[in-house]
T-cell receptor
Framework: DQQVKQNSPSLSVQEGRISILNCDYTNSMFDYFLWYKKYPAEGPTFLIS???IKDKNEDGRFTVFLNKSAKHLSLHIVPSQPGDSAVYFCAASVGGAGNNRKLIWGLGTSLAVNP | DTAVSQTPKYLVTQMGNDKSIKCEQNLGHDTMYWYKQDSKKFLKIMFSYNNKELIINETVPNRFSPKSPDKAHLNLHINSLELGDSAVYFCASSQSGGRSYNEQFFGPGTRLTVL
């Protein structure tokens, strides 16, 4: 049973426009959410995160929005650039205060930004 | 100066063989992980170690044995390889304490193919 879902396997956007990547989750115990970006033949790299006590976090062109009541988060990229073309993974963190916290991952959305 | 490195990058082997994948991080982190990304691109945690101590073991067959000689290394040994072990294996690290614990740094992955 997938607790973190990215229902769009792919997304194509024109350069300069906004990219919106969506993520839904089922476990209300998740308290921290992260977005990772992955290029082919490389490992995922951390992009941006948000705590469950916030509804928005912004870092340059990247903004993550969290709607706890809907169990939904989204990543906005404005303006989109060709170098943003990659697979974007949504991940949710669960566990206690100790070191047994773990990330639960979505299947990823492949973003293509066309020049 | 790679932060998290894995060797080898590619591994092709016959069923029944025993193989090892090595991982090293030079970030000074105290927690390391092994993930498996299967053919459906699902990224799933296998193990985590904190200060050389096993913290997470996610119902992985006991043919898989992680070994952490020190905080900077976490190796993965696989006995009696099966066809279903074919996947990309990612090593990652993070620093415990606070939210940075969730922000994991990944190696480039090891593509294992079992024939």
């Amino acid at each position: 049973d997938q607790q973190v879902k990215q229902n769009s396997p792919s997304l194509s956007v024109q350069e300069g426009r906004i990219s919106i990547l969506n993520c839904d989750y089922t476990n209300s115990m998740f308290d921290y959410f992260l977005w990772y970006k992955k290029y082919p033949a490389e490992g995922p790299t951390f992009l941006i995160s948000i705590s469950s006590i916030k509804d928005k976090n912004e870092d340059g062109r990247f903004t993550v929005f969290l709607n706890k009541s809907a169990k939904h988060l989204s990543l906005h990229i404005v303006p989109s650039q060709p170098g943003d073309s990659a697979v974007y993974f949504c991940a949710a963190s669960v566990g206690g205060a100790g070191n047994n916290r773990k990330l639960i991952w979505g299947l990823g959305t492949s973003l293509a930004v066309n020049p | 100066d790679t932060a998290v490195s894995q060797t080898p990058k590619y591994l092709v082997t016959q069923m029944g063989n025993d193989k090892s994948i090595k991982c090293e991080q030079n970030l000074g982190h105290d927690t390391m992980y092994w993930y498996k990304q299967d053919s459906k691109k699902f990224l799933k945690i296998m193990f985590s170690y904190n200060n050389k101590e096993l913290i997470i073991n996610e119902t992985v067959p006991n043919r898989f044995s992680p070994k952490s000689p020190d905080k900077a290394h976490l190796n993965l040994h696989i006995n009696s390889l099966e066809l279903g072990d074919s996947a990309v294996y990612f090593c990652a690290s993070s620093q415990s304490g606070g939210r940075s614990y969730n922000e994991q740094f990944f190696g480039p992955g090891t593509r294992l193919t079992v024939l």
